[in-house]
């Protein structure tokens, strides 16, 4: 299984909402990634996990908080969101977190729009 | 710190040649390449090192000059299932992060 699964694939929420974003992968890697993708832009890192413990965090706004729960699942607890924060929310893991040697693989990505 | 990549598109017919460049303005410890298809997640191409390399395999390859901190993804008789946005990925020494460049589009028709 070389799949990384996400939900929900398209969220609309409420700048009062609190909603998660899960990812999930069963590949046996033991780094976890969160990105942002605005339309037409590159992926922008958030959050890196690695071996379940946060090891990166980008200067992301405390409205969003990462969750390893164990190593095969990500989440990502969104609350107080606002409008520009609507963008393609996309999972990634990797073998281990050493950048050089790993590839990563992606999610397919939660659309999410906040209104 | 975000790479630059160029061009920023192409348009290609079926069985021509395409060259995507990466700059960074810093060091770079290896170059990742990855393409991305409308409405699809970025999907892995190829890793460079550091050691100027060229990787690849059949009709998609890359080198990576360290020197000059610029890594190039050569595409050779494109098919129409290479159209989407490459992306290349850098890291410097250490940080254990994956940096993507600007983007290159790349529309490929019959």
């Known amino acids: 299984d070389t799949e990384v699964t996400q939900t929900p694939k398209h969220l609309v929420m409420g700048m009062t909402n609190k909603k998660s974003l899960k990812c999930e992968q069963h590949m046996g890697h033991r780094a976890m990634y969160w990105y942002k993708q605005k339309a037409k832009k590159p992926p922008e890192l958030m959050f890196v996990y690695s071996y379940e413990k946060l090891s990166i965090n980008e200067s992301v706004p405390s409205r969003f908080s990462p969750e390893c729960p164990n190593s095969s699942l990500l989440n990502l607890h969104l609350h107080a969101l606002q409008p520009e924060d609507s963008a393609l929310y996309l999972c990634a893991s990797s073998q281990d977190g050493r950048v050089p040697y790993n590839e990563q693989f992606f999610g397919p990505g939660t659309r999410l729009t906040v209104l | 710190q975000q790479p630059v990549q160029s061009p920023q598109a192409v348009i290609l017919r079926e069985g021509e040649d395409a060259v995507i460049n990466c700059s960074s303005s810093k060091a770079l410890y290896s170059v990742h390449w990855y393409r991305q298809k409308h409405g699809e997640a970025p999907v892995f191409l190829m890793i460079?090192?550091?050691?100027?390399e060229q990787k690849g395999h059949e009709k998609i390859s890359a080198s990576f000059n360290e020197k000059k901190q610029q890594s190039s993804l050569y595409l050779t008789a494109s098919q129409l299932s290479y159209s989407g946005t490459y992306f290349c990925g850098t890291d410097l020494l250490m940080t254990d992060k994956l940096i993507f460049g600007t983007g290159t589009r790349l529309q490929v028709f019959p």
């Open positions: 460079l090192l550091k050691g100027g």
